[in-house]
């Protein structure tokens, strides 16, 4: 007589044969929250869910979370509590925004996504009991891959050189003519394309723009002045899918220097709105780029370091200038502008600024969305994405505001949804000086609509991610 054929471990390795995974949809784009699902686990089974991702430069990242079925026998990612791993709670997207290097990685790795035509793909699987670490050694009762798009079907990638310029132009599917954006990254210099392409996927034809490292500057030596810039404001407004009546400007780190000085001063610039993300107004108006710089790197003696030997620079533009010369006199702007600043950001004193500039005589001062709490926060974007936030000045193992985004996700997030960085909702309670209303968007194909596996070792495409990053940011009217 087989006495075990009844135990709660016998019956446990007959179902766990046939653990359901789901994942819906399969594929979507990278702000796109997705569901995950796993099914016919017994009543009270403890298990982890784990994300892996190998990014476009070989490293691997992970992600983990504790979980114990419900009397259903199943676990719904998006509604249950994580008990523990990686993030901890009721976080939908807690998978993707929570990755961070594998054990034994190389300090300082960054997460990118260099080409923006392929997905980035993650494997989510599912192991028996809390694990913390050892994943590669086990076997999981089940698993599904996750892609994530950056481009919707549809959407045309154009790189530009015309006039000098060394940038990408990303055209939403369709005839047009779309609102139009300049996309400003930071001081690490390059292009940097993955912000302009989901733009356009959500209707926003978006012009990524190398203004640090452009082919023009390698060839000569010497940076880029206003024209660069207003060069690739005329690209846009003479485009003949661009309305050139409805063109915004957004600005990351050092690139909301130049956002806020071009769109203030230049007279070729006609934007209908602004967005800057952690940075500051402080600058020698009347400088050119390497004059800006240059003038940052005359405070290099305030350059601090924390107990890990990274750099903080946020010292180097305080105090805050009396000296109108000094700062961008951001009051006389002519278009709605929005601030989104992390309170403690250690790269830039984006929320010194801030403040300063809300001081300024105004009708109606600019809306400011901070974080919830006082975290390091300086590269706001995807919650599920850890990025470049920004240059490094000095070879040291690196800057605060490089890791920001891994080190405190969750706060990056609560501000994302403030800002309407996430569903684009929540933004329009800042009218009327911002105006975050894009028009609707007709996908040429439409994603997959989900993924399942069922018993070990068996994957399938799978794809959406976490919460809308930046639709809003477009502050566009729909109004023509």
Known sequence: MDTTRGSPEVRMDRKQRCVKLSVQPSRGLMDEKFLVLVQNVLPGFQLTVYAFYRCDDGHSWEAFAHYTANASGTVNVSEDHSLGGTYSGVEPMGLMWSLRPVPGSKP???????????????????????????????????????????????????????????ATLFLPSGPGPFPGLLDLWGGGGKLVEYRAALLASHGIASLALDYLTPQITKETGKMVDNRYFEAAYRFLEQHPQVLGSRIGILGLSFGTS???????????????????????????????????????????????????????WRDLLLPIPTDPSLKVEVGRLRCPLLLVVGEDDQNWPAH????DVSSSPWRRPPPVCRSPDRTSLHAVRPRQQLQDPGPRPSDVDGSVGRRDCGTFPRSGGRLEEDAGLSEGESVRRHEPRSHFLLPPVTRSAPFDSGASACGSGSTDPLHRSSDMMLRGHALIDTKR
């Open 352 to 355: 010194e600024s801030a403040v």
């Open 108 to 166: 300082g790795l960054r997460m990118r996504k260099m080409n923006v035509q392929t997905p980035m793909e993650v494997t989510i699987s599912v192991y028996r009991g809390h694990l913390t670490g050892g994943f590669v050694d086990q076997v999981p009762l089940a698993g599904v891959v996750v892609e994530r798009w950056y481009m919707a079907p549809g959407v045309r990638r154009v790189p530009v050189t015309e006039g000098g310029l060394t």
């Open 258 to 312: 130049i956002a806020l000085k071009m769109a203030v001063y230049s007279p070729v610039f006609k934007l209908r709105c602004a967005v800057c993300i952690s940075g500051s107004h402080v600058q020698p108006i009347e400088g050119s780029v390497q004059q800006i710089m240059t003038s940052f790197h005359k405070n290099a003696d305030k350059t601090r370091f924390n107990e890990e030997h990274q750099v903080i």
